[in-house]
């Protein structure tokens, strides 16, 4: 089957580290993606990882290790507007699951 | 605007009526999904088209669900017979489809939310 573990809810403080864990497990795995969701908001597109290692954007880097099942999205220089849900993704065959998300609240 | 859209934003129905939201996608975009989220949850994938076929559709769609893209652009969900756990946000994404799936970005439209009566 198909399913991803993520965290449900983390808090932090302006300008913190934040790192967001996602494992999965599946059969024909292709990469891992990370989307954002504000609340009310719709997904937006963060980051995706197809092969092992770094993938870095601005404040937002994402990591992949297909060896253990396993990434991770790092948000850096944490800002009161980073508050949202964050979701990794898998894509396995034709079909897309999402995680549960993970809650980020930044406080100041 | 160049966006996703999807229409209408908000619909509310009595149970055992029958609903059809659409979706626009971006004019360049060849693929399109479907999916279904509730408070609190990810958003749970529902089906996907590229260009007019439909080429996956998830197993926990019930057959009161119904989706197509008869011209490879605009798309339509209907869901027949509403039932109180069908009211959610039904959202809608398109990307420009490279060789996976996987490596598309996706874009989002503001979604449909249904409340069911």
């Known amino acids: 089957g198909q399913s991803l573990e993520q965290p449900s809810e983390v808090t932090a403080v302006e300008g913190a580290i934040v790192q967001i864990n996602c494992t999965y497990q599946?059969?024909?795995?292709?990469?891992l993606s990370w989307y954002q969701q504000h609340d009310g908001g719709a997904p937006t597109f963060l980051s995706y990882?197809?092969?092992?290692g770094l993938e870095e954007t601005g404040r937002f880097s994402s990591f992949l290790s297909r060896s253990d099942s396993y990434g991770y999205l790092l948000l850096q220089e944490l800002q009161m507007k980073d508050s949202a849900s964050y979701f990794c993704?898998?894509?396995?065959?034709?079909?897309?699951?999402f995680g549960g998300g993970t809650r980020v609240l930044v406080k100041p | 605007d160049t966006g996703v859209s999807q229409d209408p934003r908000h619909k509310i129905t009595k149970r055992g009526q029958n609903v059809t939201f659409r979706c626009d996608p971006i004019?360049?975009?060849?693929?399109l999904y479907w999916y279904r989220q509730t408070l609190g949850q990810g958003p749970e994938f529902l089906t996907y088209?590229?260009?007019?076929?439909?080429?996956?559709k998830s197993r926990l769609l019930s057959d009161r669900f119904s989706a197509e893209r008869p011209k490879g652009s605009f798309s339509t969900l209907e869901i027949q017979r509403t039932e109180q756990g069908d009211s959610a946000m039904y959202l809608c994404?398109?990307?420009?489809?490279?060789?996976?799936?996987?490596?598309?970005?996706?874009?989002f439209g503001p979604g449909t939310r249904l409340t069911v009566l």
């Open positions: 993704v898998q894509a396995a065959g034709n079909k897309l699951t």
């Open positions: 004019s360049e975009h060849n693929r």
């Open positions: 990882n197809g092969l092992d």
């Open positions: 599946t059969s024909g795995f292709y990469g």
């Open positions: 088209f590229q260009n007019e076929a439909q080429l996956e």
């Open positions: 994404a398109s990307s420009l489809g490279g060789r996976q799936l996987s490596t598309d970005t996706q874009y």
